[in-house]
């Protein structure tokens, strides 16, 4: 059994336990082998949105200290792409490769349903558009959807855009022009967000270094851009003469053993909770290096399938993901201002929008 309540602040990164998460639901099916566990941080803008991620954790004790990590980002996240939603995630325990199967995700369906609209549920590492169509036949609270289900498709479009846009407002704020355009640009992971970023430097005309577990992935970006250099792994890259690094792989990317060896000024990828532990956003400031804050850039996914919840249009969606420049540049520029790291700043802005609109959300409409 594990105690949400006695998580101690190693396990749960920045959230101590469930002492600042409105509801934790752990959901189990032994027939069709379903353990996940549903958390909702706050509902303070609206019902809460997150992906559903599926990955065969060592314990259920660590996949309970990622979903609280993830939910948490998640209402921050949702707070500064301006919308109207609360923050929430899933996880699935299990290997997506040999787990996963309908009655598995139809089982889930039923208890995401079961919240009664209080989360929303989408893709994320280990789900797919496709596993989101088998959910939905369960449950109405479902986006990411296929695009032949009327849904977004995959959401690493605008993520990776979003990546991309984050980025841009980074060079303009170290650089002085909005582009990457000869600079060197390190890409940890190059799976579904990872090889779209690729895509949007290479044509951008940076060079670019990649890293990834899968030779296949990396394969994949080499046949598409054969001037792309890969190197062996992350110590490798970050060890590497490059100006960017884009960590968007799995999360604590930036330990204390990686910043300190770091070479790069701008640190801007799409992976969730890149910071391993509190103080290392102190760390890359006061090395010089920028971090663009992870949840602020890597956005647009959920600007993508949080449009669906309205009927989908992907240019109105891409619109609200090209905004993620501006709200990094007035990161930025409100973290020159206060004298504080970028990530200090987006959390302020995030926790302000979070406290003034949720307070007009408690004004009493009559019914």
């Known amino acids: 059994m594990t105690d949400v309540f006695g998580l101690s602040h190693k396990d749960a990164g920045p959230v101590n336990g469930q002492a600042k998460h409105e509801q934790v639901v752990f959901c189990t099916d032994e027939r069709s082998g379903l353990h996940a566990i549903i958390a909702i941080y706050n509902t303070a803008l609206g019902p809460s949105l997150g992906g559903t991620r599926f990955y065969p954790y060592e314990s259920e004790q660590a996949a309970l200290a990622d979903v609280l990590n993830l939910s948490r980002a998640m209402a921050y996240k949702n707070a500064l792409?301006?919308?109207?939603?609360?923050?929430?995630?899933?996880?699935?325990?299990?290997?997506?490769?040999?787990?996963?199967?309908?009655?598995?995700?139809?089982?889930?369906?039923?208890?995401?349903?079961?919240?009664?609209?209080?989360?929303?549920?989408?893709?994320d590492v280990g789900t797919y558009s496709e596993d989101m169509d088998i959910v939905a036949r369960e449950s109405s609270y479902v986006t990411g959807r296929t695009l032949a289900n009327g849904g977004a498709g995959d959401s690493s479009v605008l993520t990776?855009?979003?990546?991309?846009?984050?980025?841009?407002?980074?060079?303009?704020?170290?650089?002085?022009?909005?582009?990457?355009?000869?600079?060197?640009?390190?890409?940890?992971?190059?799976?579904?967000?990872?090889?779209?970023?690729?895509?949007?430097?290479?044509?951008?005309?940076?060079?670019?270094?990649?890293?990834?577990?899968?030779?296949?992935?990396?394969?994949?970006?080499?046949?598409?851009?054969p001037g792309v250099e890969v190197v062996a792994g992350r110590r490798e890259l970050t060890d590497a003469d490059i100006d960017v690094y884009a960590p968007c792989a799995l999360g604590g990317a930036l330990d204390d053993d990686t910043v300190a060896r770091l070479r790069a000024t701008i640190v801007c990828g799409g992976a969730n909770n890149q910071l391993a532990h509190p103080g290392v956003e102190k760390q890359l400031a006061d090395r010089g290096i920028l971090y663009a804050p992870d949840y602020v850039v890597n956005s647009g996914g959920v600007i993508q399938v949080a449009d669906e919840i309205q009927?989908?249009?992907?240019?109105?969606?891409?619109?609200?993901?090209?905004?993620?420049?501006?709200?990094?540049?007035?990161?930025?520029?409100?973290?020159?201002?206060?004298?504080?790291?970028?990530?200090?700043?987006?959390?302020?802005?995030?926790?302000?929008?979070?406290?003034?609109?949720?307070?007009?959300?408690g004004i009493w409409l009559g019914h």
Do not use: W
């Open 81 to 123: 792409a301006g919308l109207d939603l609360g923050g929430g995630k899933a996880v699935i325990i299990g290997d997506p490769a040999t787990d996963k199967s309908e009655a598995l995700l139809r089982a889930y369906g039923r208890f995401v349903q079961s919240l009664g609209g209080r989360y929303f549920t989408a893709c």
């Open 311 to 361: 009927g989908f249009n992907m240019d109105r969606a891409k619109a609200k993901a090209t905004q993620i420049y501006d709200t990094t540049l007035k990161i930025f520029a409100s973290a020159a201002k206060d004298g504080v790291p970028p990530a200090v700043a987006a959390d302020r802005l995030a926790e302000r929008r979070m406290s003034e609109v949720g307070r007009i959300r």
């Open 160 to 225: 990776a855009y979003g990546v991309f846009q984050g980025m841009r407002a980074a060079a303009e704020h170290v650089y002085g022009a909005p582009t990457l355009r000869g600079r060197r640009v390190g890409v940890e992971g190059v799976g579904k967000v990872g090889h779209r970023l690729v895509d949007r430097l290479v044509e951008d005309g940076a060079e670019v270094v990649i890293c990834d577990v899968s030779e296949q992935a990396v394969e994949r970006v080499r046949q598409l851009h």
